[in-house]
């Protein structure tokens, strides 16, 4: 395991000083080996621990190239190992977005555009006063998304991604045991776009604060 650790080491120094860029295809494998002083087997594993974490792209019959190293494409691995936590930690995963997404609210009221605005309305407007929960949460999902990316930032949208898996449970749990969930969702998404549209950054951070901060406080009852 050393071995291989040292390995990763090795091909991410090469990638870190610019020795290979984002697109660059690796040399061979038997050239590669030699020239970082390293075993075949030992570069074959971390180049394969690499492509997992989309770091290198393994082109069957065509090589291995570094990928573009996009945020988006490498947090992706963050939506992995979300996906295995613990229920005792859903209020952990809810106070990261807490702190990151009204922030992210708020900076998107300085980018986002007119039409975006609209195109949010009109999913909202389609979902009606009764949607079911399935529904409710598949537009919730879509709503904060589409605002996140118009924040400019594609670091914190792609972590805010990766922190939807534990709380889309939650925002589910919620929907089938709270009278009001329904409503006050929608209330709240309604405040977020008003606020949005009044380019008010400080009372969309606000209503997004209040929006996730309820399905928090919820959820910390039932525990």
């Keep these: 395991m050393a071995v291989t650790d040292e390995a990763i080491e090795k091909i991410k120094g090469m990638i870190v000083s610019g020795a290979l860029r984002p697109g660059d295809r690796l040399p061979k494998e038997s050239e590669l080996a030699a020239d970082l002083g390293l075993s075949r087997n030992s570069l074959r594993e971390a180049v394969r621990a690499l492509s997992l974490i989309r770091i290198l792209d393994v082109r069957q019959g065509d090589g291995t190239y570094v990928t573009s190293l996009d945020p988006q494409l490498l947090l992706e691995a963050l939506s992995f190992v979300v996906d295995f936590h613990r229920d005792d930690t859903v209020l952990e995963f809810l106070a990261v977005r807490r702190i990151l997404e009204p922030a992210a609210t708020a900076m998107a009221s300085a980018h986002i555009t007119e039409a975006e605005l609209d195109t949010l309305t009109q999913q ?14 598949a537009c919730d999902l879509e709503f904060h998304r589409g605002i996140v990316q118009s924040s400019g930032n594609s670091v914190l949208c792609s972590l805010l991604d990766g922190l939807s898996g534990p709380t889309t449970r939650a925002r589910v749990w919620r929907g089938l045991t709270q009278e009001d969930a329904v409503s006050r969702t929608l209330h709240e998404h309604r405040a977020i776009l008003t606020a949005l549209r009044d380019r008010d950054a400080e009372a969309a951070r606000a209503w997004a604060t209040v929006h996730i901060a309820s399905v928090e406080q919820w959820l910390r009852s039932t525990l």
């Design 124 to 137: 909202l407007d389609a979902l009606g006063a009764s949607p079911s929960v399935e529904e409710l949460v």
